[in-house]
């Protein structure tokens, strides 16, 4: 059987993507064979395109190589030892973490990773959930075990991850301040933030000494000003895994902060299901690109602009 799949040969630009047809395997009783209703970008697949991701260095097999985590669609063969049955519509997280393999017309996985999707949950809406939506969990988790109650400021919060985060802090009671620009205030709004900003402005004076937690989803010297906003034992939880260190190396000794990295779970993914099922969480889709060469690149191009509201996905 062949299976239309995204690929590329060798780090670099988004134009190393191409498609064809790659033979696909016999399933083992542990495995399924998933028809792809839509397959989701992460921030984390423009990285391995392009050779900077941690991953790179750990992904033993040879070129070509397969993209994308997240993914929905509907069970086409279930091995003897799985609770599913041809027809079930599914997501997950396939792969993770070295060897992605989303971006196709058809997905061969075990189901570490991989549940049911409620009758109330379009199938593109559950693609766009699991990775991003893990992640601010386990923000929102890291950010209960110090403060269960307060003012929560998020710089970057329009994006994949930050777009669920605030309608998940609001679910859980925090005050919500959000970052943005003057395009994305209209978009926080109808999230549930309870005061936004334009990020251009020199909000550090602004908020100075007074938030309880700041979420940074930018690093750098960026997500170092966000100290500034913080009371006295005010923690700050920074996102971007390439300035864990420049980050926490500069907290100032009455103040606290938490790094985050997403650990996924069938538990998490369900609860995050439920939440979309009851109408209290929303996926916001704002682009759709073709599972071909063209969609691709054009899907990986958007990704990396970082100006993207909510989440990107490819449809077959």
Request: with cysteine; hydrophobic share 40%.
């Amino acid at each position: 059987m062949q299976n239309k799949t995204v690929l590329f040969n060798k780090f670099g630009a988004a134009s190393e993507l191409y498609t064809a047809e790659v033979s696909l395997p016999q399933i083992t009783d542990n495995e399924l064979l998933i028809k792809t209703a839509a397959a989701a970008l992460n921030p984390i697949d423009a990285k391995i395109r392009n050779g900077s991701s941690f991953i790179c260095k750990n992904r033993k097999e040879p070129f070509p190589w397969t993209l994308g985590f997240d993914f929905a669609g509907s069970v086409e063969e279930c091995g003897n030892n799985l609770n599913f049955k041809k027809g079930d519509k599914v997501t997950g997280i396939v792969g993770h973490s070295f060897n992605p393999r989303a971006y196709a017309q058809y997905i061969v996985s075990d189901d570490k990773l991989i549940v049911k999707v409620p009758d109330n949950v379009s199938l593109k809406e559950a693609a766009a959930l699991p990775t991003a939506g893990v992640t601010a969990l386990d923000i929102l988790n890291t950010l209960k075990e110090v403060k269960d109650t307060g003012n929560v400021l998020v710089l970057g919060g329009s994006g994949g991850v930050g777009h669920l985060l605030i309608q998940l802090l609001k679910i859980h009671g925090y005050s919500v301040t959000a970052g943005a620009s003057l395009k994305n205030f209209n978009f926080l709004k109808e999230l549930g933030a309870d005061n936004i900003f334009d990020y251009h402005n020199d909000y550090k004076s602004e908020y100075k000494d007074r938030f309880d937690a700041a979420i940074d989803f930018i690093g750098g010297d960026i997500g170092i000003g966000l100290y500034a906003v913080l009371n006295e034992k005010g923690l700050l939880i920074t996102v971007p895994s390439y300035s864990f260190d420049k980050v926490i190396s500069a907290c100032p000794c009455n103040k606290k902060v938490k790094s985050v990295l997403a650990a996924p779970s069938k538990e998490k993914i369900a609860y995050l299901l439920q939440l979309c099922a009851l109408g209290k969480l929303k996926v916001h889709i704002t682009k759709e690109f073709k599972l071909n060469t063209e969609g691709a690149q054009r899907a990986h191009l958007q990704i990396e602009s970082t100006h993207t509201c909510g989440k990107i996905i490819l449809v077959p």
